[in-house]
């Protein structure tokens, strides 16, 4: 009992540093994967979510849905069809997206989050307008797949000094009121850049960047953007890592101090990334 209690409070002495460095300071999380999927996992990220709020840190979360959306597009027998492993998003399409999306997905996290203790708040990118989108394709081949235009901060400034957790789906609108759907890592990176975010994590599926995938130990836990040219040239960056290593160069090169790729596989592992000396992942540095 000593032990187990005085290896607990060797944890708060490890973490204390960390607490003092990011009090006050705002980190968004984008969340997606199994972490999504799994029951036992969804409630420790809603758990870490709040820990962090309660000692002081501001988090913002920004949320995916891809297997929700399928399900349901299943369930009313409408075809999905990809490009370059992108969804297209026409008119019906739209309309399921944003309800899942805006409504189920959303509502979850926020249910999640408040039964942990904090209080949160949903919010899509139509909320006082957050996110000012632009079609991905101007061919229109995408349909309604959008890219982010503008962001803007102030509904989730207003939710943070309000003592809430904003919770974002990643649904923009054009100054004509269309609707697009947009990618959680593009929206967090570029919400990351507009609240001076001192850290952007994105929840993976994966364990970070890994030299060589056949070999799981291989993770590379610093990436610095300087490297990362060289390293999609060699395909150590390849597939779904791509978007992801650049939405952290972007958001590095926007002012974000730190980001972090971490697999969300791992129970609680927002807390190990943010308040231990190992951390986990792979962190990409401005250098």
């Known amino acids: 009992m000593i032990k187990s209690a ?8 490890e973490a204390l540093p960390y607490i003092k460095e990011f009090y006050g300071k705002r980190v968004v999380v984008k969340y997606g994967g199994a972490a999504m999927q799994d029951c036992a996992l969804k409630q420790k990220v809603m758990q870490d979510i709040s820990l962090m709020k309660f000692v002081g840190m501001h988090p913002i979360v920004v949320h995916g849905g891809g297997p929700e959306i399928n399900a349901m597009l299943k ?7 990809f490009i370059e492993g992108m969804r297209v998003t026409d008119g019906d399409t739209m309309e399921i997206v944003e309800m899942v999306l805006g409504g189920k997905v959303n509502k979850e996290i926020v249910s999640g989050i408040n039964a942990s203790g904090c209080k949160a708040v949903g919010l899509s990118g139509k909320d006082g307008g957050l996110i000012t989108a632009a079609p991905l394709d101007p061919a229109g081949r995408m349909g309604f797949v959008g890219q982010v235009a503008e962001i803007n901060p102030q509904i989730i400034e207003t939710v943070i000094e309000n003592g809430y957790i904003p919770v974002i789906a990643p649904i923009g609108i054009d100054p004509e009121g269309q609707s697009y759907n947009i990618n959680a890592d593009l929206v967090a990176a570029a919400i990351a850049v507009a609240m001076k975010a001192d850290k952007l994590v994105l929840l ?3 364990p970070g960047l890994l030299a060589d995938p056949a070999q799981p130990d291989s993770l590379i836990s610093v990436l610095k953007i300087s490297e990362v040219p060289a390293l999609e040239a060699d395909g150590t960056i390849a597939g779904g890592m791509i978007p992801k290593i650049q939405c952290c160069v972007e958001a590095v090169e926007g002012g974000v101090g730190r980001t972090h790729i971490i697999d969300g596989r791992v129970p609680h592992s927002i807390l190990l ?4 000396d190992q951390g986990v992942g792979t962190m990409v540095v401005n250098q």
């Open 6 to 13: 005085l290896e607990k409070a060797e944890i708060l002495v």
């Open 75 to 81: 369930r009313l027998h409408i075809k999905s069809a």
């Open 204 to 206: 993976t599926d994966v």
């Open 273 to 276: 990334e943010i308040f231990t």
